[in-house]
């Protein structure tokens, strides 16, 4: 059976985080960390920690949109990270943690939008959104070891202490959307 394959990059702080979530997602048939956005050229994680080459952190899902909407992804993806503070999720800090959609079709940027401007309407997170929607510029993967880092860490403390209550709070919130 064809699959209606397409992509989304989202930035919600550190991409080990993201990354664990949407591994268990039904439909999500790649997660790729990487980084986004920025002005440097394949930069290094260590570049990235700097703060100064302007990418973001992020996850590029592929999904099978005959399975899952992008609609659901987002839904999934603004309920998992806190969209209402700027280059800031929990105790990471500086640029490369900030919310971010970058689309690479006109389509999945309007849809963004409109999301991102129903949730403040609907003041749905009780602060306003910081959530920036962008298109997708100057992608690229990040090195192999941040690659499942949660699968193949997960008693490493940042995984244990951060990551694993995040997957935990997915498996409770959307466990219609589990991998079977």
């Keep these: 059976m064809a699959q209606n394959l397409q992509t989304i990059t989202l930035g919600g702080g550190c991409f080990w985080c993201t990354e664990a979530v949407f591994d268990r997602v039904r439909g999500i048939t790649d997660v ?8 440097t050229v394949n930069p290094t994680y260590e570049q990235i920690c700097q703060g100064d080459t302007g990418h973001a952190e992020v996850v590029r899902l592929t999904f099978d949109a005959d399975e ?7 839904e999934i993806f603004f309920h998992t990270h806190d969209p209402t503070t700027l280059n800031r999720q929990g105790n990471d800090v ?11 079709s006109a389509e999945h940027g309007e849809l963004a939008n409109a999301m991102v401007r129903q949730m403040a309407t609907d003041k749905v997170f009780g602060a306003p959104i910081t959530t920036e929607v962008k298109p997708l510029q100057n992608y690229s993967t990040a090195e192999a070891y941040h690659q499942d880092y949660f699968a193949n ?3 490493a403390g940042y995984c244990a202490f951060v990551v694993a209550p995040k997957v935990e709070k997915f498996r409770k919130t959307f ?6």
Excluded: D, F, M, W
């Excluded at 466990?175 to 079977?180: D, Q, S």
């Design 153 to 155: 860490h997960p008693g």
């Design 175 to 180: 466990a219609r959307y589990l991998k079977g």
């Design 68 to 74: 899952i909407s992008l609609q659901e992804v987002l």
């Design 32 to 39: 790729e960390s990487g980084y986004t956005n920025g002005h």
């Design 94 to 104: 500086g640029t490369q943690y900030r919310s971010g959609i970058y689309y690479e």
